[in-house]
């Protein structure tokens, strides 16, 4: 809530307007509708045991306890490109944690897995994360979802192979089970989709086909307005569009309303008064002398600048608040929808950033919450220790990407 105390100091100080907290408010409106909508979708899937299922699904996957680190890191790296990543490890602590002592091997390697997995997964599309979502809507970058897709699918698809063989040569060896315990868990293991009963499911659940379908349509809008040129619709307006269908068609809608994470929203919310308090008293201008990017003319040589502040400032202040703290001054340097390439190394560095340390994404921070009240053991030592090679092999990978333009 520091954020939101921030944004109050500010208005009581006259840094922003009372003008200029109104525009930083509606600025911030596409977002939160967005990621309300987004976790609208995430609770309705949880209380219809869909990501439950999905997630024993994948569990199954593996042919060994051994084996579960690498199953899990491009399963739930998949998944975090679709469901906002704070919505998913809200899913999955639980879940593995549960499975852990089950098959009676130490949690925190699993929990290990999930953080660093949403991370690298999340970075593919402005469904991944919040920052990505900051991004694809005040960057101005048009048809976000193909753009993203367009300069981030290969990285990610690499990094995704990657971690999957990292984790599973370094944090392999912690999971070993009896196999009598993890035979036991597999014989679960359910089919992707389940045989018969599916007009009942989907009355009772009509999340289980208006979430995919809401995605569908999102997806294919942007992709046709990308290659027809032709008008592009926002992905927030579909999504939330899919959503307010969500609550007309559901039953149990005070429910839904409490599974959403209101302190994210309130959180973005706070986040632009605070911005817009910092560019009124100077202190973006003063930050661009500090952290000095070329301007959009000089190409590529702007790539390491962005990459480089973007790899080291979400450790100070999380990834989020420093994606809301750089659009501005990128913008302010004539960024726009006309060089996706600087906006894509910023959205994407700094996602993969939350890899080095706790404080580098607020997913790792609702892990670490969660495993603590559990008695389970997230150190920052730890966390460092194999978050921060992956962090440096993937950032590395997605630098070569984008400055060849692969």
Known sequence: MSFAAGAFLAVASGLPSVGG????????????LFLFSLFLFAGALERAGALDHLARWILGRARTASELPAVLFLGFGVAAAFLVNDALVLIGV?????????????????????????????VLTPFGNPQNL????????????????????????????????????TLGAQVRADPADFDRLRTERPPLFPSGGWGERLRRSPVLFLFPGTMAVAITLDVTAALTNGPVIPIWETVGAGAILLLLVSSGRTELFGRVDWSILILFGALFVVVAALVSGGVIAAAESVFPIPGPGAGSAALAPILGTSFLGPQVVSNVPWVALQIPILTGLGYGSSTPTAWMALAAGS?????????????????????????????????????????????????ACLYFGL
């Open 94 to 122: 639980p879940l593995l944690i549960s499975v852990a002592r089950r098959i009676r091997v130490p949690p925190a390697p699993l929990l290990l897995v999930l953080a660093f997995s949403v991370t690298v997964g999340s």
């Open 134 to 169: 900051l991004v694809s809507i005040e960057s101005g970058v048009s048809a976000p979802v193909s753009t993203f897709l367009r300069y981030l699918l290969l990285p990610t698809a690499i990094n995704l192979g990657v971690g999957a063989w990292y984790v599973h040569r």
């Open 21 to 32: 907290t109104e525009q930083a408010l509606g600025t911030s409106a596409p977002v939160i």
């Open 351 to 399: 996602t993969l950033a939350g890899n080095v340390t706790l404080l580098g994404a607020a997913s790792n921070i609702i892990v670490a919450d969660l495993a603590g009240r559990e008695k389970i053991p997230f150190r920052l030592g730890t966390f460092f220790r194999y978050g921060a090679p992956l962090a440096a092999i993937t950032f590395v990978v997605l630098a």
